[in-house]
């Protein structure tokens, strides 16, 4: 088998993005296979959920794979009991379980110590993983082996596959639409929604629906990255010349798992922990201000606190630790499980671009964007950990409500995560700066 009848065993299996690992010889189902010195491996493989399992001593987490073996047939043997082991005290990710329960695995190969091996991994459309391993011998490796390619991401090599747009393809088509939009000057403030159909928008948030639908992206809440494998993300500026200056920008906005928050609902945390209406709007109570990590926040009085996790070593050290907001009296009034944060973060921000806007009102509600834009790559969840613990990440809610003394209360909800735009690097391993 050649290297690109097994690309083509991978595009007929379903696959749209492939990834080599050169195995170690301790690369195999007793010691697991090594992928990686961080979490970068959540953002690459598609999981069915990360689950905590640990002890006092050894916090790990566990993310089970929809995950098989391609068959030189390009039939698949499902590996049902396959999943990643995220080990934060060191951390690391490997990759375990993937023969037992197959009825077709690859047992000599992955069970030796050998060296030249070459592990293919490939992403479904549909979310699976699918696995194809080759000994050092074959002639797919030595095809491989000779064209001396790059590590990409983490510890992967990713890999072009025919019909599929591969990573350069990606980002210039990405690229190009923001020089399209950009050249466009300014445009009436829309969305697209889920239907197809455009509608105006007249809301804060305006400036990144409006650019969506200029990329074809519909309205959504999906935790999945908007264009071609990109998160799009839109941030307000003064001066298209000063990106950094920028005002706040908005990383995610995952609702909390835990605490009174949770325990209760949403008019109830107003009421119990937050203010009257600053501005003298009557009949309103608003839950907001900057919560960093360590201290208290004057509007509520909460401090966000990052507990199982150390900031002098950067480890979390317990897997069922959270991010809480802690009252003075110690009363948790909100809380997000390291787990929920995790998965938030690799799901949609293994790349990025950061668009900067501005927004005028007269004679119509309009957004353009500038042209210079951000392109973002290669992070996980500890790195968005560090980042609150030093204090460059912060939790910065917009929750309010209305009519609350009336019969029919109305609340809205917005728990958002913010970063200023001159910490932003602080996120990923890779920051450039395009012109457009």
């Keep these: 088998m050649t290297l690109t009848q097994l690309k083509g065993l991978f595009v007929g299996a379903g696959v749209r993005k492939l990834y080599a690992k050169p195995l170690a010889e301790n690369d195999n189902s007793k010691n697991q296979v090594y992928l990686g010195p961080d979490f970068q491996a959540l953002n690459l493989f598609p999981n069915e959920g990360i689950i905590p399992d640990s002890s006092p001593k050894n916090p790990i987490f566990k993310a089970k794979l929809c995950f098989g073996w391609l068959t030189p047939n390009g039939t698949i043997a499902d590996a049902p009991c396959a999943k990643l082991i995220l080990y934060p005290q060191?951390?690391?990710?490997?990759?375990?379980?993937?023969?037992?329960?197959?009825?077709?695995?690859?047992?000599?190969?992955?069970?030796?110590?050998?060296?030249?091996?070459?592990?293919?991994?490939?992403?479904?459309?549909?979310?699976?993983?699918?696995?194809?391993?080759?000994?050092?011998?074959?002639?797919?490796?030595?095809?491989?082996?000779?064209?001396?390619?790059?590590?990409?991401?983490?510890?992967?090599?990713?890999?072009?596959?025919?019909?599929?747009?591969?990573?350069?393809?990606?980002?210039?088509?990405?690229l190009a639409e923001l020089q399209r939009i950009n050249r466009l000057d300014w445009i009436d403030s829309k969305q697209l929604d889920s239907d197809g159909v455009l509608k105006p928008c007249r809301a804060m948030q305006c400036g990144g629906f409006t650019l969506e639908a200029e990329l074809g992206v519909p309205k959504n809440s999906l935790a999945e990255p908007d264009f071609l494998g990109w998160e799009v993300k839109q941030h307000s500026v003064d001066d298209f010349e000063r990106n950094e200056t920028s005002k706040p920008i908005t990383l995610m906005t995952p609702e909390p798992t835990g605490g009174y928050y949770r325990e209760h609902d949403v008019e109830a945390f107003i009421r119990r922990f937050g203010y009257v209406d600053k501005n003298?709007?009557?009949?309103?109570?608003?839950?907001?201000?900057?919560?960093?990590?360590?201290?208290?926040?004057?509007?509520?009085?909460?401090?966000?606190?990052?507990?199982?996790?150390?900031?002098a070593s950067e480890r979390i050290t317990d897997a069922n630790g959270c991010l809480a907001l802690v009252s003075e009296?110690?009363?948790?009034?909100?809380?997000?499980?390291?787990?929920?944060?995790?998965?938030?973060?690799?799901?949609?921000?293994?790349?990025?671009?950061?668009?900067?806007?501005?927004?005028?009102?007269?004679?119509?509600?309009?957004?353009?964007?500038?042209?210079?834009?951000?392109?973002?790559?290669?992070?996980?969840?500890?790195?968005?950990?560090?980042?609150?613990?030093r204090g460059a990440v912060y939790y910065d809610p917009g929750i309010k409500l209305e009519n609350m003394s009336s019969g029919k209360p109305m609340t809205k909800t917005r728990s958002q995560f913010r970063v200023p735009s001159k910490s932003l690097g602080s996120l990923y391993e890779m920051m450039e700066t395009v012109e457009v």
């Design 280 to 311: 003298g709007k009557a009949d309103r109570m608003n839950f907001g201000g900057r919560h960093f990590v360590g201290t208290a926040c004057a509007s509520t009085g909460l401090t966000m606190q990052l507990w199982g996790y150390d900031a």
């Design 90 to 174: 060191y951390p690391e990710v490997r990759f375990s379980g993937f023969l037992k329960g197959c009825e077709s695995p690859p047992s000599a190969t992955m069970t030796g110590r050998t060296s030249g091996r070459i592990l293919f991994l490939g992403v479904t459309g549909d979310s699976k993983v699918v696995g194809f391993v080759v000994e050092h011998g074959e002639d797919v490796a030595a095809e491989f082996r000779s064209l001396n390619l790059s590590v990409t991401i983490g510890v992967f090599i990713e890999l072009s596959l025919p019909t599929i747009p591969d990573e350069l393809d990606s980002r210039s088509k990405l």
């Design 329 to 389: 009296a110690g009363e948790v009034a909100a809380a997000w499980n390291f787990v929920k944060v995790l998965e938030h973060w690799s799901k949609k921000h293994m790349k990025a671009v950061y668009v900067p806007s501005e927004r005028r009102k007269d004679p119509l509600w309009q957004y353009r964007y500038g042209h210079k834009v951000r392109l973002a790559q290669k992070t996980d969840g500890l790195r968005l950990l560090k980042a609150m613990a």
